[in-house]
């Protein structure tokens, strides 16, 4: 069954420094997410992505944060400086009109 | 903004037990979705309902847009039914999540 993956599993980072999250969303998807959750807490959405654009962000998506899509098949994730409250897993999602949305395993991020 | 609220926010199950979990959303939505997160953190598409009634296999789920709520039923639970469950709905291309109902069944 076609799945979505994410990339890496778990990344540290010192604060300040940019980091670059991966996905790879379900071959014949149109729509993509990211979201986040702070350890313990509720799944928070960031961004939706469609045609190259984004439809929709959510307050915490800032100037800190970027999505692209630079080829047919990744979507990626840029937080330009890291801070400590940046720490949390991230989930890529995608879906198709008409259908539910699929979650990747996550990446986990530190921010030392 | 809406706002959806899942309930109970905690519950504790008997191997074998059924329950109901219920969400409430504040405005008309496009889609709801059930997620289950399992304790290894996997967010699991468990059901697509923006209406009506679905089934599969214990589990069951109702979404009365209408009057919005939605209910997730899971019949003879099991030990591995534990996890969190969260409603989702989306407004638009924004998607809002529940804060979930923590469920750990004992064997």
Redesign the interface.
């Given at each position: 069954e076609p799945e979505v993956t994410q990339t890496p599993s778990h990344q540290v980072t010192q604060m300040g420094q940019e980091v670059i999250l991966r996905c790879v969303p379900i071959s014949n998807h149109l729509?993509f997410?990211w979201?986040r959750q702070i350890l313990g807490q509720?799944?928070?959405?960031l961004v939706?992505f469609?045609n190259n654009e984004i439809?929709?962000k959510?307050e915490i998506f800032d100037d800190q944060f970027s999505v692209e899509r630079p080829d047919g098949s990744n979507f990626t994730l840029k937080i330009r400086s890291t801070k400590l409250e940046d720490s949390a897993?991230y989930?890529c999602a995608s879906t198709r009109t008409g259908?539910?949305?699929?979650?990747g395993?996550?990446t986990r991020l530190s921010v030392l | 903004g809406i706002q959806v609220e899942q309930s109970p926010p905690d519950l504790i199950l008997q191997e074998g037990a059924n329950s109901t979990l219920r969400c409430n959303f504040s405005d008309s939505v496009n889609n709801l979705q059930w997620f289950h997160q399992n304790p290894w953190g996997q967010l699991i598409n468990l059901f697509y309902i923006p209406s009506g009634t679905k089934q599969n296999g214990r589990l069951s789920a109702t979404t009365v847009a209408t009057e919005r709520y939605s209910l997730l039923y899971i019949s003879s639970s099991q030990t591995t039914d534990s996890g969190v469950y969260f409603c989702a709905v989306e407004q638009g291309f924004k998607t809002i999540f529940g804060a979930g109902t923590r469920l750990f069944v004992k064997a």
């Open positions: 729509y997410y979201y509720k799944v928070e959405f939706s469609y439809s929709e959510s897993m989930f259908s539910g949305q699929y979650f395993a996550g | -």
